[in-house]
């Protein structure tokens, strides 16, 4: 009888491990990005120009979202020549301006409509896009999902391999 649960065990976790990575939106991976729409840029507005794209969708009061900006702010650093990484939030102005600590040094945008956020049909933050220079996602999902987690070597892979 032993045998047989351990291999019904087995065969579970086997069974976990190759399910399909999670993500709570519509997936636009390998298709074209829609346009980028935000309200008001909080910052200077990017050129975007021949760079990838990382979009960050996020909320003041979100503690993973805050947990994850040291981390855009590194792969903003890291991969500046490359990469542009972009925050929006569908909060109002003041709110995300008044928020001191984790300091975002990326981009920064809201939509208050949230435009973008319903067209990608975010249904939990934060939600990570990153778009290729010729306009096609290449990875999208929660940046902290178990197995799937986006870290300086997947952007590295990813900038590698365009």
Same mark, same amino acid.
């Given at each position: ?64 979202? !805050? ?8 792969? @903003?650093?890291?991969? *500046?020549?490359?990469?542009? +990484?972009? /925050? =929006? ?13 984790? !300091? ?8 208050? @409509?949230?435009?973008? *956020?319903?067209?990608?049909? +975010?249904? /939990? =933050? ?37």
């Amino acid at each position: 009888m032993r045998p047989i649960i351990l291999l019904i065990a087995l065969l579970s976790i086997c069974h976990i491990n190759a399910q399909e990575k999670k993500i709570w939106a519509k997936s636009f991976i390998n298709q074209e990005a829609p346009e980028l729409v935000v309200e008001t840029w909080l910052t200077d507005k990017p050129d975007t120009e021949g760079k990838f794209v990382l979009i960050d969708f996020w909320a003041t009061w979100c503690g993973p979202c !805050k947990k994850a900006i040291p981390e855009l702010n590194a792969f @903003q650093t890291k991969f *500046k020549d490359n990469l542009v +990484v972009i /925050g =929006i939030s569908d909060e109002p102005s003041s709110k995300v301006r008044s928020m001191k600590s984790p !300091k975002m040094d990326y981009y920064s945008a809201i939509d208050t @409509q949230a435009r973008l *956020k319903r067209i990608y049909e +975010v249904q /939990g =933050i934060p939600h990570c896009v990153l778009i290729n220079p010729e306009g096609i996602v290449v990875w999208e999902g929660w940046p902290h999902l178990e197995g799937h987690e986006l870290t300086e070597d997947v952007i590295d892979k990813l900038i590698k391999n365009n």
